[in-house]
Every structure is written in structure tokens, then in C-alpha cells.
């Protein structure tokens, strides 16, 4: 069972930054493609970045492009999302997800989710 614990959500002013962890049950982010999802209330889940489980390639939505990160540490089990420059927009429950497919954008694909970190940013 793998299971997926965020941190590190919170309150900040546009332009600032935060980095969100998730720490992960063993191996699974050396196995697995892990992904970051947001959600606000009344909408869909919506895609922010995923690292591959093999040779870490980086994929972002174009609305984080350029301002967030995502990174992993294996020896952790643990990966992250640097954010910059936040944006009201940006406000959001986030999610961390483990897939076995090599790669997605869609969250159907992921089978497993933390429990979701607030991050809300103020203008």
C-alpha cells in the first residue's frame, strides 16, 4: 500500500514562495511517476507537474511554467513542489499522486493521493 503525506501549505503573500513535501511510503518515488494536482472548491482537479520515475524527466502545466519546481529525493522518499512568484491564483487544496504509467497529465491515472495541503495566496 503506498501511502502519501503532504506538508508544508500555508498562507503567503503574492510573490512570495513556498515549498511543499510529500513524503511517500518506501520506494515508491524511485517507482513511481509522482505528480502534483490542485483543486478548488466547485472544480475540477487540475494538473500542476509530474517527474518521471525513470530518469526524472519534469513535466509542467503551462500556468506554473517558469515559477514552480518539482524535484525529488530518493534517499527521502520524498518529492516537492518549489513554488515562486505565487499568485492569487494559485490558491488551492494540492495534492501529491503516485502512478505507475511512465507519465500523465490526467489524475484518473494516478492511483494513489495524499490528503491534500491548503496553500492560499493573498493579494
Known amino acids: 500500500q503506498v501511502q502519501l503525506v503532504e506538508s508544508g501549505g500555508g498562507l503567503v503573500q503574492a510573490g512570495g514562495s513556498l515549498r511543499l513535501s510529500c513524503a511517500a511510503s518506501?520506494?515508491?518515488?524511485?517507482?513511481?511517476?509522482m505528480g502534483w494536482f490542485r483543486q478548488v472548491p466547485g472544480k475540477e482537479r487540475e494538473f500542476v507537474a509530474h517527474?518521471?520515475?525513470?530518469?526524472?524527466?519534469?513535466y509542467y502545466a503551462d500556468s506554473v511554467k517558469g515559477r514552480f519546481t518539482i524535484s525529488r529525493d530518493n534517499a527521502k522518499n520524498t518529492v516537492y513542489l518549489q513554488m515562486n512568484s505565487l499568485k492569487p491564483e494559485d490558491t488551492a487544496v494540492y495534492y501529491c499522486?503516485?502512478?505507475?504509467?511512465?507519465?500523465?497529465?490526467?489524475?484518473?491515472?494516478?492511483?494513489?493521493w495524499g490528503q491534500g495541503t491548503q496553500v492560499t495566496v493573498s493579494s
Open positions: 499522486a503516485a502512478t505507475s504509467y511512465f507519465g500523465s497529465n490526467y489524475a484518473d491515472r494516478y492511483e494513489y
Open positions: 518506501s520506494h515508491t518515488v524511485s517507482s513511481y511517476t
Open positions: 517527474i518521471r520515475w525513470s530518469g526524472g524527466s519534469t
